[in-house]
């Protein structure tokens, strides 16, 4: 009886830990998912920017939509700094093995070369295990899964000019996208070279309607698409925040539900 009483006085408390830990995540994931709305707003007028420029009867290039052959493909891996978030962070490392295995049984005579950037603390230590012949990490020291605006928009800065270089040939990003707090989807996003299907996913704009440009459609293409990539960047990162939050709010409700046994 004694031991009996000492472990429900445990689980009550653990409870009470449990429950403490959940209140936090609801206002974290509240707070991220309102910035993760801010951002969409950007992202959309971008958009709306490029379907204009589309639309217009005119001829435009971008070193940003450019295709090579992949000899080096960079993959930004996003993850948690804390853990007690179930398997969120896991299911984030699976989906990078999977590309490099993938990628690993396809090679020819020239294999690709993995460049794997890892943002958050549990990445980075992920990443060390996947140190090999054709992986290099690189360590973005500005960047956590919680930098600002401003380091995001440097490290962004900095992929677009490796990209441009051609010290890269691909980069992707692999991170949690939020649909609810219930619902959280894995994807893998590219963000450089842009993918013409991409810069078309928004309405179509009556081509009936006349725009007048200053300066010229191709100047304004080249300077619209980098805001395009950093926010497909920003859009990728705050949902990664918010799925990482109500990922740790699941996991407190399935620790504090009652089990069959109980009821």
Do not use: W
């Amino acid at each position: 009886m004694r031991d009996l009483k000492g472990r429900i006085g445990s689980v009550a408390s653990s409870e009470k830990i449990t429950g403490a830990m959940k209140m936090i995540s609801s206002a974290k994931m509240h707070k991220a998912e309102s910035a993760l709305r801010r951002v969409r707003p950007f992202r959309d007028q971008i958009q709306n920017t490029i379907d204009h420029l589309i639309s217009a009867d005119a001829e435009y290039s971008s070193p940003l939509t450019e295709i090579r052959p992949v000899k080096r493909r960079a993959i930004v891996l996003l993850s948690s700094d804390e853990g007690l978030c179930g398997a969120f962070n896991m299911n984030l490392f699976k989906r990078t093995l999977e590309i490099i295995n993938q990628a690993r049984m396809a090679e020819t005579e020239n294999p690709v070369m993995f460049v794997v950037y890892p943002i958050g603390k549990k990445a980075s230590k992920f990443a060390q295990k996947l140190v090999g012949d054709n992986v290099e990490i690189v360590t973005a020291d500005e960047m956590t899964a919680k930098s600002s605006a401003e380091d995001i928009a440097r490290f962004t800065g900095e992929l677009t000019r490796e990209f441009i270089a051609g010290k890269v040939d691909c980069v992707e990003v692999v991170y949690t996208h939020y649909k609810s707090a219930s619902k959280q989807i894995l994807a893998t996003r590219q963000l450089l070279p842009i993918a013409a299907d991409d810069l078309a996913t928004g309405e179509k704009v009556e081509r009936n309607k006349p725009y007048l440009f200053e300066p010229d459609v191709n100047t304004i293409y080249n300077e619209v698409l980098p805001l395009y990539v950093l926010s497909s960047m920003q859009e990728a990162i705050c949902s990664n925040r918010v799925s990482e939050q109500a990922a740790r709010v699941m996991a407190c409700l399935l620790y504090t539900s009652p089990s069959p046994r109980d009821s």
